[in-house]
């Protein structure tokens, strides 16, 4: 998942501050991330002296080509621990064999409630939402409460969307259109919504950073994240009737040079201390229960109660013909 807020706090943990364990007693793992990955400096560093543990982190991109790079390394795989695969690419990870299993003792703490399957090959380390986002001072008070009010004249060429064959949140805004309207609906859905003017770009960070109008663009209505608001002060607005639950998750790679480290290290990214900095950093939910949230997110970015989901082995099995489908339907 390419997420917004990376940008403002992104942080290579290549072990080099005053608390990385240095010398021949050090352990090195190798976390691989997608480019949204925070942490907070002294967390990590505490972790590291206690640990005898030093992390060096890698990232690749977004969600899907994390997931692709882990498929075509796995014969040698690039690191020890994998951070990032959600859950619209979880199934393809798994059937490729990237993850090892492992059942960490923090799982019982929350991850399970979203786990995959039963092999404890995939932990989730956190919540994202893929939500509308508005922008009510450009709206003039019409404002979408809903998929169906996308296609109403009054919103034509006012909304910008991700392309879901090269954008993570792009994907989960197509199979939340396919979890709404079903199989035989989602076609005629994105028929209307592309006579309706809406714009398709490559990825997230030009959606949001480019076309949105509480940024720098012109179009009020957007595909993004329902936490995104509590980064804009309240000027803009989450639409929770159209949320899709997406999940990251974190497991050890199949292969690993260092199994045995990676496992702690995935036990830190499950634990206490990690999750109650996940929101501030990376401005998604943690998966942990009871862990407090900020504030402001009450009022500004309540978890979705009601997101809509499809089952992992269906995406897994349709995906790609869903994509295609879009990709003649939309662009074709």
Not at 11 to 27: D, E, I, K, N, Y
Not at 141 to 160: I, M, Q, R, W
Not at 205 to 215: D, V
């Amino acid at each position: 998942m390419r997420r917004i807020f990376a940008v403002v706090a992104a942080l290579a943990l290549t072990g080099c501050s005053a608390g990385t364990p240095t010398g021949p007693q050090a352990h090195e793992v190798t976390l691989v991330t997608h480019d949204s990955f925070v942490v907070k400096p002294e967390v990590l560093d505490e972790f590291q002296k206690s640990s005898g543990i030093k992390v060096k982190q890698i990232a690749n991109g977004d969600a899907g080509e994390l997931t692709n790079k882990l498929v075509l390394t796995k014969a040698n795989p690039i690191g020890d621990l994998a951070f990032g695969v959600d859950s619209t690419f979880a199934s393809r990870a798994l059937s490729e064999g990237v993850f090892a299993a492992y059942a960490s003792p923090e799982a019982s703490k929350g991850a399970q409630r979203y786990k995959v399957d039963d092999t404890g090959r995939l932990h989730a380390v956190d919540v994202g939402d893929v939500c509308l986002n508005i922008d009510p001072a450009k709206l003039g008070g019409a404002e979408p409460t809903s998929y169906e009010d996308l296609v109403d004249p009054k919103f034509k060429d006012k909304l910008v969307v991700e392309n879901p064959a090269t954008s993570s949140p792009g994907l989960a805004f197509l199979l939340g259109t396919i979890a709404k309207f079903g199989e035989n609906g989602w076609q005629e859905y994105w028929t209307k919504l592309k006579a309706n003017g809406v714009k398709v770009v490559s990825g997230w960070e030009e959606a949001y950073n480019q076309e949105f109008s509480a940024t720098k663009g012109t179009r009020p209505i957007v595909v993004s994240y329902a936490s995104s608001p509590s980064a804009e002060g309240g000027k803009t607005k989450a639409v929770l009737d159209t949320c899709y639950r997406q999940v990251e998750y974190a497991g050890v790679l199949a292969g690993a040079k260092n199994p045995a480290d990676a496992q702690k290290v995935l036990d830190f990214l499950l634990g206490e201390k990690f999750q109650a900095q996940v929101a501030e950093q990376m401005y998604v939910y943690p998966s942990r229960e009871g862990v407090a949230l900020p504030e402001s997110w009450a009022k500004d970015a309540p978890l979705p109660p009601n997101p809509q989901t499809l089952p992992a082995d269906k995406v897994k099995d349709n995906r790609e013909a869903w994509v295609e489908q879009w990709r003649k339907l939309v662009q074709g």
